[in-house]
């Protein structure tokens, strides 16, 4: 095996990675989902994903230019001797270049593959997320995307060489022999963070001081965290002495570039879990009982049936009987669910119950499809959110719970629901009380529907598609003069802020986290070659080619999951403290954001896992070819 093997193997790596990224966010507008956002949303969709794509440039165009030094390195003896001879820099560029050019090639081969797959996944995610319902799954190709991160591709590669060509020529051939030529990644990943989180600050200038404590907080505990297994590693006497010895110097010595990493995993984590949690709140806003809701007169609603052209569209339409009401008292079920002490934190302490809004009996049983018994002193609540409602589900399991409404007692049934009872959120109502019809109509009076719940024709549906179909009943709707909303309306308008969740800041985060670990991996094969002396002085020592590799890959084991647990944690400690994340745990269950958490860690360790087999792999290949140099 040629040592330069191993080398090449990386640079693909990173060649594949930004072949990926860049496909991603270039090719959005070819997603099935984009078309069904509306035109105004679409151009913000992709400015804000133009102006992502400027940032992740940087830091693609960094983990490049690492990958391409360190390789080109490789033939520092080669090169100071063209050097030496006088070889102009243009000549040893397009040498370079037109050796880097098959990997190029290839890596962009492999990545445009992988690419599009993810593409797809991330397309039809956000077709589960959302529930469209789509009849079929067309293909998607990108050829624009394509040409582009080729194109991307080729400048940022020659951009790396051009840079390393020059640094090469500001030495003297002895220093290139000797190796003296530093690399600037370093410098230039710490500038590319320092600007994002600059850029994160100036967009959000109320939140700076709690940036700068949180990085500073965050800084000091990291560095802490290594300095204590530093001297964990230093002072035990369990395991192996070198590998110990080894661990115990990179927590100390590289303090640096495990600090970079763990902050690189921490923003992408905390990216990563507020868009998909984000998401599927907004998923949960979907959930609707009617396609469009009516403010119209009982007249007008008559003649809505008598119209040939919109009867034919129509499935079914009811009316909604409920009002406001004032006299409606919460403070003993608030004291009660403050009281429940096997609630968490949040959900007890902030737990607030506006309720300012009566619906009629028979109007829940057909919103909801159920058939209930309500007795006349029976109430139920209809909660604004996921979280008001496993607080008062709770607390209704330990003891009964009662309502005052114009100062009489209704005890409240087990029977919790949401207060979406109209096709979108136009109207913002609070929490609702369901009573008995008689109980109602005694408190109301006999008025008039507050409104009517109307859904598409089946066969409508079926014909012309629900997108389309919903657009035909509004264009009727808007000629015969109604009052309405629709459910589509709001249903765009999520896809569109789930969709730019989806394809900017998931894009992100992958960022992040991809760079993150390209970066780390780069660090940790660095690391190994400075000690492939230690590694010859082990083998003539005696030690077994096998026993090496054991000691390598416990080493390197050790590295990542101590990095990439600390920062998991970390992430999740900030993700439920931080004041930008606050408002997610009113709008879901503790259990559901645990659970996005828990999945979000796991494939951060699988994902990582993959990496450290891949540095695992790379290493015991070098460590075969010292071996074979040794003895021969």
Known sequence: ???????????????????????????????????????????????????????SLVFIFILIYYASFYMISEKKNDI??????????????????????????????????????????????????????????KFSLSIKAVIFTLLISLILNSLSIYTIVRDFYKKNPDEIFRGEIKSRSDSFLFLGLVLFLLGIVFARPYYRMEFFLIIGFTSMFLLLVFFVISKIFLKTKKGDLIVRKSLSLSFKNDKASLLFTSFMLIIGTLILAYTLITSISSRNALERPADFTLYDSEEKIQNLKQNQEMAQMIGEIYPIYGYEYDNIDTNEIENLVRANISL???????????????????????????????????????????????????????????????????????????????????????????????????????????AYNLNLSKDFVNSFGFSKGSDMLREAFIRGGYKYESYIWQAKNAISQITENLYTYFYLSLIFILAGLSFFTIRIFILFEKSKEKLKILSLMGLSLDEIKAMVKKEYTILFLTVGLSSILISVFLFMNLPYTAELFF????????????????????????????????????IVYYEENINN
């Open 344 to 450: 968490d934190r949040t959900s007890r302490n902030d737990f607030y119950l506006y309720t300012r809004f009566l619906l009629r009996k028979s109007t829940f049983e057909k919103i909801y499809d159920l058939r209930i018994e309500l007795a006349s002193d029976e109430a139920i609540i209809l909660t604004e959110n996921e979280n008001q409602k496993l607080a008062l589900e709770d607390t209704m399991s330990k003891e009964e719970l009662f309502i005052k409404i114009s100062d009489k007692s209704y005890k409240i049934l087990p029977i919790i629901e949401s207060n979406r009872i109209f096709s979108n959120d136009v109207i913002g109502l609070s929490s609702m009380v369901v009573l008995d019809d008689d109980i109602y109509d005694s408190l109301i009076g006999n008025k008039n529907p507050f």
């Open 1 to 55: 095996m040629k040592k330069s093997e191993s080398t090449k193997k990386l640079y693909l790596l990173i060649l594949i990675i930004s072949s990926i990224t860049s496909y991603i966010i270039l090719a959005i507008d070819k997603s099935e989902v984009f078309s069904y956002i509306y035109e105004e949303n679409r151009l913000y969709l992709l400015d804000t994903v133009r102006l992502i794509f400027l940032v």
């Open 587 to 622: 709008k879901l269950t503790l259990s559901k954001i645990g659970f996005t958490l828990s999945m979000i860690g796991l494939s951060l360790i699988i994902l990582m896992t993959l990496f450290l087999r891949f540095i695992i792999r790379i290493s015991f290949e070098r």
């Open 80 to 137: 100071g001797l063209y050097v030496a001879e006088g070889m102009s820099q243009s000549n040893l560029f397009r040498m370079l270049f037109k050796d880097s050019l098959g990997d190029l090639i290839k890596a962009n081969f492999l990545g445009l593959g992988i690419s599009i797959f993810i593409n797809e996944f991330i397309n039809l995610l956000t077709v589960k997320i959302l529930s469209l319902g789509l009849n079929y799954h």
